[in-house]
């Protein structure tokens, strides 16, 4: 067998929402009544010779329209562990909900890389329903299409190898088309969740995040993470925990609560 090469792998925060816990949860206790926020993430793979980013996240005007704490510009938090966003030719998309597809302009030369159902999902039937279409913007859809027509969006349908070391799984739950990475680092099998675990208390308690297209695919996809991951919860990176930011270790000195090293 050929041996894989290992990657580096790389959290970086860029938003932040205050809300409660019964907010993250179906079917949750309902005396659990205290604070649980939300951070957000873009995630970045990075080996010998290439850059992978993972999602894109939203700017600041998406911030104030949605109530979410927009902290920094992603770019800065790449550019702080020497990736050049407009160097990178290769964006993976989790899904197009607005707080992974945003920030049109800093990857000017990048591939995107898509599940096909995730388009159709959001392109199609179901965004006659507020429910379904609430967390999708217009301008976000509109802007994936005209990447199809720019020639610079690569569908991919299931499970996938984006290079070797890395795999896009697709997962499905939250939106149709969700996708999940998993990627060969020093420690093994890393895979990092995007939202088909918005919490690790999702997977531990075997609930699902409120925002869903289909409860028994987001259930099986807590399954599915973890098969990924040798069984091992400590190498899933789930898409919205602010635990990630106290288990992982900046990435770099001053980096503390921007960056982290997840591998």
Same mark, same amino acid.
């Given at each position: 067998?050929?041996?894989?090469?290992?990657?580096?792998?790389?959290?970086?925060?860029?938003?932040?929402?205050?809300?409660?816990?019964?907010?993250?949860?179906?079917?949750?206790?309902?005396?659990?009544?205290?604070?649980?926020?939300?951070?957000?993430?873009?995630?970045?793979?990075?080996?010998?010779?290439?850059?992978?980013?993972?999602?894109?996240?939203?700017?600041?005007?998406?911030?104030?329209?949605?109530?979410?704490?927009?902290?920094?510009?992603?770019?800065?938090?790449?550019?702080?562990?020497?990736?050049?966003?407009?160097?990178?030719?290769?964006?993976?998309?989790?899904?197009?909900?607005?707080?992974?597809?945003?920030?049109?302009?800093?990857?000017?030369?990048?591939?995107?890389?898509?599940?096909?159902?995730?388009?159709?999902?959001?392109?199609?039937?179901?965004?006659?329903?507020?429910? %379904?279409? #609430?967390?999708?913007?217009?301008?976000?859809? $509109? *802007?994936? @299409? +005209?990447?199809?027509?720019? &020639?610079?969006?690569?569908?991919?349908?299931?499970?996938?190898?984006?290079?070797?070391?890395?795999? %896009?799984? #697709?997962?499905?739950?939250?939106?149709?088309? $969700? *996708?999940? @990475? +998993?990627?060969?680092?020093? &420690?093994?099998?890393?895979?990092?969740?995007?939202?088909?675990?918005?919490?690790?208390?999702?997977?531990?308690?075997?609930?699902?995040?409120?925002?869903?297209?289909?409860?028994?695919?987001?259930?099986?996809?807590?399954?599915?993470?973890?098969?990924?991951?040798?069984?091992?919860?400590?190498?899933?990176?789930?898409?919205?925990?602010?635990?990630?930011?106290?288990?992982?270790?900046?990435?770099?000195?001053?980096?503390?609560?921007?960056?982290?090293?997840?591998?």
């Amino acid at each position: 067998m050929t041996e894989l090469p290992t990657y580096e792998l790389y959290a970086i925060k860029y938003a932040h929402h205050d809300r409660r816990a019964p907010e993250n949860f179906i079917g949750g206790d309902p005396h659990e009544t205290g604070p649980m926020p939300l951070d957000y993430f873009v995630w970045a793979i990075v080996g010998k010779d290439r850059v992978f980013v993972l999602d894109t996240g939203f700017d600041a005007d998406a911030g104030k329209k949605r109530g979410r704490q927009h902290i920094r510009d992603p770019r800065d938090g790449l550019n702080a562990i020497g990736i050049d966003p407009l160097a990178v030719e290769d964006v993976v998309i989790s899904h197009m909900h607005y707080d992974h597809i945003g920030n049109h302009e800093p990857f000017p030369k990048a591939r995107y890389h898509l599940q096909d159902s995730e388009m159709a999902y959001a392109t199609g039937r179901h965004m006659l329903h507020d429910a %379904l279409r #609430h967390s999708y913007e217009e301008a976000d859809v $509109l *802007q994936m @299409v +005209r990447r199809l027509y720019a &020639k610079r969006l690569v569908f991919h349908n299931g499970m996938d190898s984006l290079a070797p070391g890395i795999e %896009l799984h #697709h997962i499905g739950g939250h939106t149709m088309g $969700l *996708q999940c @990475v +998993r990627v060969w680092t020093r &420690k093994g099998w890393m895979v990092l969740a995007a939202d088909a675990a918005h919490l690790y208390a999702n997977i531990e308690r075997a609930l699902p995040f409120p925002v869903v297209y289909n409860i028994a695919d987001m259930l099986a996809g807590h399954q599915t993470l973890l098969r990924l991951a040798d069984g091992d919860i400590s190498r899933v990176i789930p898409g919205h925990d602010p635990v990630v930011m106290e288990r992982f270790p900046a990435a770099r000195v001053g980096l503390d609560g921007i960056v982290v090293r997840l591998d």
